[in-house]
């Protein structure tokens, strides 16, 4: 048993992961779990149905990253890897059942109409929206699309830790983001 005042509560993230991974120390897991369980809890809540499915998810999610620190390999901060991996498991959780399949035709013009629709979208505008209304519209969207949004304006990831986090190239981050705020706004829309 360790107490709070021990080396190892002051270990960095990394030192940490290193020691977990040496040791596969589930006590020491504790500690990444205590850093990270109230942040991770939030992303899932983003894709969850209600409390008690995110609190499983939550779990699903450190039981993952649990088996998954092996790899981590210090190219970006522990926090925007741990951000990455719950990402991912969420939208694969939440698509699981959900095997979309477009085709490159369908794909191209979806963007094309999209894109005429986005340029009118003055991200200034999004920013200003009234918070109790933009929340009731972040929740009428696609979880996906909300995570996103909440990543990178509520816990102002860049679109390189974005790109980092979700596996993906610079263009199709900002497509998706622009897709997303487009939703929300339509959904604000209809709020007002």
Request: hydrophobic fraction near 40%.
């Amino acid at each position: 048993m360790e107490l709070k005042g021990s080396p190892e509560n002051l270990l960095t993230d990394e030192e940490l992961v290193a020691a977990i991974v040496r040791n596969r120390n589930a006590e020491l897991f504790g500690q990444i779990y205590d850093r990270y369980a109230q942040r991770v809890y939030n992303k899932c809540r983003g894709f969850a149905r209600s409390e008690a499915e995110a609190e499983d998810l939550t779990q699903d999610v450190f039981l993952h990253l649990f088996l998954k620190l092996p790899t981590f390999k210090g190219a970006s901060r522990f926090s925007t890897w741990v951000y990455s991996l719950t990402y991912n498991f969420c939208v694969n959780y939440v698509n699981r059942d959900k095997q979309r399949k477009m085709s490159d035709k369908a794909v191209r013009d979806t963007e094309i109409e999209e894109e005429e629709l986005l340029e009118e979208i003055d991200e200034q505008e999004f920013m200003q929206m009234q918070a109790e209304k933009l929340a009731i519209a972040l929740q009428q969207i696609d979880a996906a699309d909300r995570a996103l949004l909440l990543l990178k304006y509520q816990d102002g990831l860049s679109i390189k830790e974005l790109q980092e986090s979700m596996e993906l190239g610079e263009s199709a981050i900002k497509m998706r983001l622009k897709r997303a705020r487009a939703k929300v706004m339509d959904e604000y829309r209809k709020i007002t």
